[in-house]
């Protein structure tokens, strides 16, 4: 067991039966009043934040967190698997530790994987950009580039995202995983 003044930013921990990645970490000493610890927590499992206050002396259930590199080969029901680069050990994993960005990755991108003693994955993380190549979308009209209108496009994913008129089947694009944005077209 670690006390509260042993955390840092980005830290693990298992904070009321769940586990937590601490997001913020400040020493309060306010006036005449005794210093407390104001931590900003967010659960791996759902998302939300949570803030709570610590006294300097008080214990926290530390994790040890191992993270490693791996390659995404393919889908199978609601996991994903991913081989280790090193060992070529294949794991299923989870497709809700990715989030959102499950739906922008294609085969053949490296995740970082976050293991909980080794054994059980409790985060992945997709790079910040990949770039798709577009399946299907509406021709734009020549020269109607002036403002800054999207059209809906399919990429070779299947996910469904918005790009700008100039954008037309065929091209090579770049969209951030995080939010499924475009970003630009590659050459």
């Given amino acids: 067991m670690a006390t509260v003044s042993d955390l840092s930013k980005g830290n693990y921990i298992r904070y009321n039966g769940e586990i937590v990645q601490v997001e ?69 994993i989870d497709k809700v530790l990715l989030g959102e960005s499950v739906n922008f990755i294609k085969e053949g991108v490296t995740l970082l994987i976050a293991f909980e003693n080794g054994v059980n994955p409790i985060t992945a993380e997709a790079p910040a950009h990949v770039e798709v190549d577009v399946t299907y979308t509406e021709p734009g009209v020549q020269g109607d580039t002036a403002t800054r209108t999207l ?37």
């Fill in 24 to 92: 913020e970490l400040q020493h309060r000493t306010p006036g005449n009043l005794r210093a407390f610890y104001q931590v900003k927590m967010r659960s791996v499992r759902t998302g939300k934040t949570v803030e709570n206050r610590f006294r300097p002396g008080d214990s926290v259930d530390q994790l040890r967190v191992e993270t490693k590199e791996y390659n995404y080969l393919y889908q199978d029901g609601n996991s994903l698997v991913v081989m280790d680069n090193e060992t070529f050990e294949q794991i299923y």
């Fill in 151 to 187: 059209k809906p496009a399919t990429i070779e994913t299947g996910a469904e995202i918005k790009v700008p008129l100039f954008v037309n089947t065929g091209d090579r694009i770049k969209v951030k995983t995080s939010t499924g944005e475009y970003v630009e077209r590659v050459k």
